[in-house]
Structures are given as C-alpha cells and as structure tokens.
C-alpha cells in the first residue's frame, strides 16, 4: 500500500488510542514485517483532573473503570500492551480527549447522549478550534524531527469529530512545512454505522482511494491488537455487536479480488481545499 522502501520510517498519528491500530493495524503491521519502522503518536493522551463531565463518567464505567481509577493512565498503558506485538513504537500526546474539554463559556464540548450514539458534539461549539490545532502541530513538529518519517498517516475524520478533524489538520500542516507525503485513512469501525465526507482544510486535496490488501497473517495479527484494548471492545463487540465481522464484511465489500484490506487517501496540496 505504502509503495515505500523496506526501511523507511512511517509515523501513524492517531487521534485517540487504537485509531491507527482499528483502521490500518493489518497494513502497518504489514510494513514492519517488510523492513519500515513505524510510530504511532496517539494525540489525544492526556490526563484530566476531575470533576469531569457527565459525558466523561459515562465512558469511564463503559470502559470498565472505576470512580478512582486514572483512566488515562490505564489506557496509556493498555495502548502500549497493543501496539507493542505488532512492532509499533508510542508517542502519547499531551491533549485532553473531548470528553474532557470545555467550551470558553464554560460548558462541556461533549455531552451526554442516551441510547447507541453515547456522545454529541455540543450544539454550540465551533467548527473548528484553530488555536487546538496550532498547539498540535507545534508538538508534531518536535515528533516529525525525532522520527524524520517518509510518510505520516492518520485520520480522515469521516464523521467529523472533532479530535478527529484537529489531529488531521495539524498532521496535514505539520508534514506540509517538511515536505512529507501523507495518507488519510478510513476511520473504522465508524464508518460501518456513520457516514460522512472529507472536508480538507485550504490547500489541501484529496486523491482517489486505495484498497490495500492485508495478507491474512497480518489481519490475524491486526485484529489480536484490536483485542488488546478492552475499553474499545466495551463500545464496539459483544453482545449484538460484532466489530470483527463488521470488519471483514466491509473489507470484503471494498475488495476487487476478495480477502482483507484496508483504505486510505492520498492527500496533494494545491490552491483550493475541498473533499
């Protein structure tokens, strides 16, 4: 998929832990075992302190902690276990996930929602958060000098999350001033149950999709890593769920010769922005 040399570099930046592992575990994972050796920065990995917001205390018992329990922490630490056998290196960045957020009048970015969905974006905050997605791209500044990637992938923020959307536009800013190619993935499990388009910032376009096959070792090793973090499970498998069928039928949906895969987008940079 990468059409890369055996040992170049690829940093992943994944919005929040496991997006990069649930998207394109199977490829990366694939590209470690060719000779590359591959990053992950997972932004949105800081610690709040309390009191947290009622969306946060929610997520917080579906994920299977308890009131005391630093949660962050305990994910942080989950994130490592799963990245570790597929040969990933970490990064944990220093930003408070949504969850944990408040607009500038005070009230939660993310609110509480009854029923499937979980969560809303609050009806009041802003598209974007351009001062957001400056501090991200300073701190990516700093991980693309240390790792000096060939290639940055990360989100297409389909759904338009806006974590999502924050990371993306600063990993598209970042690799831009370096001159990094970069590739968008397709957000999964979310787009097995939320559409959505692309919506590139100024400057920025997206090329036509890529299916690249995994090999069925490599889908093997991919979905033993997705099952190294329970928390993600709590929402996505089990009882009327099955995030691993989903999985493979929407990979089969997308294949022109059968078997496992995964999508992503190359992005090019011109005079106008758009999808």
């Given at each position: 998929?990468?059409?890369?040399?055996?040992?170049?570099?690829?940093?992943?930046?994944?919005?929040?832990?496991?997006d990069a592992v649930l998207s394109l575990?199977?490829?990366?994972?694939?590209?470690?075992?060719?000779?590359?050796?591959?990053?992950?920065?997972?932004?949105?990995?800081?610690?709040?302190?309390?009191?947290?917001?009622?969306?946060?205390?929610?997520?917080?018992?579906?994920?299977?902690?308890?009131?005391?329990?630093?949660?962050?922490?305990?994910?942080?630490?989950?994130?490592?276990?799963?990245?570790?056998?597929?040969?990933?290196?970490?990064?944990?960045?220093?930003?408070?996930?949504?969850?944990?957020?408040?607009?500038?009048?005070?009230?939660?970015?993310?609110?509480?929602?009854?029923?499937?969905?979980?969560?809303?974006?609050?009806?009041?905050?802003?598209?974007?958060d351009p001062d957001l997605v400056a501090?991200?791209?300073?701190?990516?500044?700093?991980?693309?000098?240390?790792?000096?990637?060939?290639?940055?992938?990360?989100?297409?923020?389909?759904?338009?999350?806006?974590?999502?959307?924050?990371?993306?536009?600063?990993?598209?800013?970042?690799?831009?001033?370096?001159?990094?190619?970069?590739?968008?993935?397709?957000?999964?499990?979310?787009?097995?149950?939320?559409?959505?388009?692309?919506?590139?910032?100024?400057?920025?376009?997206?090329?036509?999709?890529?299916?690249?096959?995994?090999?069925?070792?490599?889908?093997?090793?991919?979905?033993?890593?997705?099952?190294?973090?329970?928390?993600?499970?709590?929402?996505?498998?089990?009882?009327?769920?099955?995030?691993?069928?989903?999985?493979?039928?929407?990979?089969?949906?997308?294949?022109?010769?059968?078997?496992?895969g995964e999508k992503t987008w190359p992005?090019?940079?011109?005079?106008?922005?758009?999808?």
């Open positions: 998929m990468f059409a890369l040399p055996g040992a170049a570099r690829i940093l992943a930046i994944s919005p929040h832990f496991g575990g199977g490829s990366l994972s694939q590209a470690v075992r060719d000779g590359a050796e591959v990053t992950v920065y997972s932004a949105f990995a800081g610690t709040a302190s309390p009191p947290y917001s009622p969306a946060a205390e929610r997520m917080h018992g579906i994920w299977g902690y308890s009131p005391d329990d630093d949660v962050q922490l305990c994910r942080r630490e989950e994130d490592v276990a799963a990245l570790t056998p597929l040969g990933l290196g970490h990064r944990h960045g220093r930003f408070l996930d949504s969850i944990y957020r408040k607009l500038p009048d005070g009230q939660w970015l993310t609110d509480h929602k009854e029923g499937k969905q979980k969560l809303a974006t609050n009806k009041d905050a802003p598209s974007s501090e991200i791209q300073g701190d990516l500044k700093a991980v693309i000098d240390e790792v000096a990637p060939a290639l940055v992938v990360t989100s297409a923020a389909i759904g338009g999350h806006p974590d999502d959307k924050a990371a993306r536009d600063a990993a598209l800013f970042a690799s831009s001033e370096k001159d990094i190619p970069v590739r968008l993935w397709e957000d999964l499990p979310y787009v097995l149950f939320r559409s959505g388009t692309v919506e590139l910032p100024p400057g920025f376009r997206l090329g036509s999709s890529e299916f690249g096959a995994v090999e069925p070792g490599m889908r093997t090793r991919k979905f033993e890593a997705v099952r190294g973090y329970p928390s993600l499970l709590s929402m996505f498998d089990g009882p009327g769920k099955d995030l691993f069928g989903g999985l493979d039928e929407h990979a089969g949906e997308l294949s022109p010769q059968g078997g496992y992005v090019t940079r011109g005079e106008e922005g758009g999808c």
